[in-house]
């Protein structure tokens, strides 16, 4: 994918327009990740770069960005740019294009994000600031105190940083991370959770977890409970311990997943019962919060005797005629029941055998 970028990259600078693969891909390569997301900052206006490309399509024209498809690759581009003024300590609201990659390069939030790739394939370190890559070290671009001002999602940003790269955050940076932490209000509910699920989802998670605490955070993102939370590999799980589910965007199979995990997790044990309604992935998560063994999760479930309601080989047309009665909300009753039964051993699925415990117990 690099050596498209590149190509692309070479197209505009034989346009007459500068041109680089920006920010989080160079960091990524130069340290080893892997990566397929790359921009690309280039001195080229959106008119400029529609003028030269086909396939362009306007992402955001206030702030200069477009996306390109060449040879089936997808790259998102953004002219060169300062941002004059900021709104709501998130959004400059007004921008004006410029031709210096040096000046574009002083806007962004952190120094690690600043170094760029040419068309060769050559690092540049237009700011001098690759020691603080090689030295593991978070420092925004310029002083802290503005930066994390003018935009409030740096904070969180930091944090992601930290704690996915296991970088060391430089002093200054971390003291305006906790000033400005109450500035997370005015940060919209999805744009927070993206940045805690990209933190919750990292091998490295207690870290992040304890820069959050650190720094005094838990109370303006809502998760006051942070610190006493089993951080388990999976984001349901620890979501459904943090309780939020109210404040935060969820889809709707989200909600009840951790709806469902709650009660599940009200259960000292998994039985056959509770695999069966709850299912696999809910009862591997249930493990791995409350510290049990998953090695048999598998094995129980191939097991089941019956997998939905419809494995059950009587129905309750079937339970009515039985009992001579005519169909009503008895039937659900009496089905749970024998789903109950059957799933803890204590009947066999065979129409015999429910037919003789639905007279048993049921008949009147």
Not at 44 to 63: C, G, N
Not at 106 to 135: A, H, M, W
Not at 166 to 180: N, S
Request: charged share 35%; with cysteine; net charge positive.
């Amino acid at each position: 994918m690099e050596d498209k970028a590149r190509e692309l990259l070479r197209i505009l600078n034989d346009n007459g327009y500068a041109a680089y693969i920006v920010g989080g891909y160079t960091r990524d390569v130069l340290l080893g990740r892997k990566s397929n997301d790359i921009d690309i900052c280039t001195s080229a206006t959106p008119k400029e770069i529609l003028d030269i490309f086909e396939d362009v399509k306007v992402s955001d024209m206030q702030y200069g960005s477009v996306v390109i498809t060449y040879k089936g690759y997808k790259f998102d581009v953004t002219t060169f740019r300062k941002e004059i003024k900021y709104e709501s300590n998130r959004r400059p609201i007004k921008i004006k294009y410029i031709r210096d990659i040096k000046k574009d390069l002083l806007r962004r939030d952190f120094t690690i994000n600043t170094l760029c790739i040419n068309d060769k394939g050559e690092v540049l370190d237009v700011l001098g600031v690759r020691s603080d890559l090689d030295n593991r070290i978070l420092r925004t671009v310029g002083n802290p105190r503005y930066k994390i001002k003018e935009d409030s999602l740096r904070i969180l940003r930091c944090i992601r940083f930290a704690t996915i790269l296991e970088f060391d955050i430089e002093k200054k940076t971390y003291y305006y991370l906790g000033k400005y932490g109450y500035l997370l209000k005015k940060l919209s509910m999805e744009r927070k959770k993206e940045e805690l699920d990209k933190i919750f989802s990292s091998k490295n998670k207690e870290r992040g977890r304890r820069l959050i605490l650190d720094l005094n955070l838990t109370n303006v993102l809502g998760i006051n409970n942070l610190s006493n939370i089993i951080l388990c590999t999976d984001l349901i799980g620890i979501w459904c311990q943090l309780e939020v589910e109210d404040i935060y965007p969820f889809t709707k199979v989200e909600k009840e997943q951790i709806l469902c995990l709650r009660e599940l997790l009200k259960y000292d044990e998994i039985d056959n019962y509770l695999l069966y309604k709850y299912g696999l992935y809910l009862c591997t998560v249930y493990a791995d919060i409350k510290g049990l063994s998953k090695r048999n999760l598998n094995k129980m479930q191939s097991e089941l005797p019956i997998f939905t309601r419809r494995d059950i080989v009587i129905h309750g047309n079937d339970i009515s005629k039985i009992l001579g009665k005519e169909p009503g909300k008895y039937i659900k009753n009496i089905m749970d029941d024998i789903e109950k039964k059957i799933l803890y051993n204590k009947l066999a699925n065979t129409y015999d055998d429910i037919k003789r415990y639905v007279i048993d117990n049921y008949m009147e």
